[in-house]
């Protein structure tokens, strides 16, 4: 009677050696680019990890292309989530700078300067409000 094998043998890589699958970048990218996703308000933290998300997911994509790793699925999601939060924190970026620099808002900062206590604060915001475009 001859002794059942206890563990599969494992893989063999191309050059006949024992390897495991790397999916480090397949992981990565979808943490990443859902931490861009959450980070998009902040502008440069969704694009910064977008971005990374992005260059994960090729990555990931590419060795799972070479037979390197197992995972296929997981790095285009993430280069895609990471795209969505490139593109949401540009956005979110260019609205924000142009209020900031827009004439209402440069009059709403000088009435605040200028306000002494609450109802004066509040005075600014509503002429601000009211001097927004709909």
Do not use: H
């Given at each position: 009677m001859?002794?059942?094998?206890t563990?599969?043998?494992?893989?063999?890589g191309?050059?006949?050696?024992?390897?495991?699958?790397?999916?480090g970048f397949?992981?990565?990218?979808?943490?990443?680019?859902l931490?861009?996703?959450?980070?998009?308000?902040?502008?440069?933290?969704?694009?910064?990890?977008?971005?990374?998300a992005?260059?994960?997911?090729?990555?990931?994509?590419?060795?799972?292309?070479?037979?390197?790793?197992?995972?296929?699925?997981?790095?285009?999601?993430?280069?895609?989530?990471?795209?969505?939060?490139?593109?949401?924190?540009?956005?979110?970026?260019?609205?924000?700078?142009?209020?900031?620099?827009s004439?209402?808002?440069?009059?709403?900062?000088?009435?605040?300067?200028?306000?002494?206590?609450?109802?004066?604060?509040?005075?600014?915001?509503?002429?601000?409000d009211?001097?927004?475009?709909?």
């Amino acid at each position: 009677m001859t002794p059942v094998p206890t563990q599969a043998p494992a893989p063999f890589g191309p050059c006949g050696s024992a390897t495991r699958p790397r999916n480090g970048f397949a992981v990565a990218a979808p943490l990443f680019g859902l931490a861009a996703l959450v980070l998009t308000w902040t502008g440069f933290g969704g694009i910064l990890l977008g971005l990374l998300a992005v260059i994960l997911g090729v990555l990931g994509v590419l060795r799972k292309r070479r037979g390197v790793a197992t995972r296929g699925v997981l790095p285009v999601i993430g280069a895609v989530i990471g795209t969505v939060a490139v593109a949401t924190s540009t956005v979110a970026l260019v609205v924000g700078v142009s209020v900031l620099e827009s004439e209402e808002f440069q009059t709403y900062s000088e009435c605040v300067d200028q306000a002494v206590g609450q109802a004066q604060w509040d005075r600014c915001a509503e002429e601000f409000d009211r001097s927004m475009p709909d």
